[in-house]
T-cell receptor, first 112, second 112 residues
Framework: NAGVTQTPKFQVLKTGQSMTLQCAQDMNHNSMYWYRQDPGMGLRLIYYSASEGTTDKGEVPNGYNVSRLNKREFSLRLESAAPSQTSVYFC???????????FGPGTRLTVT | GENVEQHPSTLSVQEGDSAVIKCTYS??????FPWYKQELGKGPQLIIDIRSNVGEKKDQRIAVTLNKTAKHFSLHITETQPEDSAVYFCAATLTGFQKLVFGTGTRLLVSP
């Protein structure tokens, strides 16, 4: 049981490049989330998916898109990366009344 | 929307001492308050949570208290150990609502 897995662990992009961050969970959870973590700002919700086939915006969705590919996988796409998107990105999943109960190990993204 | 403030930003204690981290929230409708521990290079881990129908919850050396009237909640760690050293985050939301709002974190250092 791997829990929540994320790939890649590290990524460096140039401004304007695109990339997709991958997330998968093996706990059969309905809900999945993408957060970003910046120094001194805690974690901020980018997008979430309450169930397969649905996605909704969080606190900071601009510049990102998401896809809930199936119940296990939830990807985050940066179409045209900007330096302001330099951050650590965390995927999370949960079931029931507890949002974001399980977090993945994170992806550290640097945009130059 | 909800706003969560967390204090202190850093806390240094001696092994065996107690540590207290405090959070205040702005939305009186919030009724679910989780706490996360984040070790260096890892994702946040849910360690304890409390719902507004109780005033206190304990799990071994950690406890959380909630004062709904004052809109604040606190994490208490007793008999601290070096392995308790980490960054701790509080959060708040409304049950069934997917958008957790996090505090900015407290770096706890426990010295042997």
């Amino acid at each position: 049981n791997a829990g929540v897995t994320q790939t890649p662990k590290f990524q460096v992009l140039k401004t304007g490049q695109s990339m997709t961050l991958q997330c998968a969970q093996d706990m059969n959870h309905n809900s999945m989330y993408w957060y970003r973590q910046d120094p001194g700002m805690g974690l901020r919700l980018i997008y979430y998916s309450a169930s397969e086939g649905t996605t909704d915006k969080g606190e900071v969705p601009n510049g990102y898109n998401v896809s809930r590919l199936n119940k296990r996988e939830f990807s985050l796409r940066l179409e045209s990366a900007a330096p302001s998107q330099t951050s650590v990105y965390f995927c999370a999943s949960s079931e029931g009344q507890t949002p974001a109960g399980y977090f993945g190990p994170g992806t550290r993204l640097t945009v130059t | 929307g909800e706003n969560v403030e967390q204090h202190p930003s850093t806390l240094s204690v001696q092994e065996g001492d107690s540590a207290v981290i405090k959070c205040t929230y702005s939305d009186s409708a919030s009724n679910y308050f989780p706490w996360y521990k984040q070790e260096l290079g890892k994702g946040p881990q849910l360690i304890i949570d409390i719902r507004s129908n109780v005033g206190e919850k304990k799990d071994q050396r950690i406890a959380v208290t909630l004062n709904k009237t004052a809109k604040h909640f606190s994490l208490h760690i007793t008999e601290t150990q070096p392995e308790d050293s980490a960054v701790y985050f509080c959060a708040a939301t409304l049950t069934g609502f997917q958008k957790l709002v996090f505090g900015t974190g407290t770096r706890l250092l426990v010295s042997p």
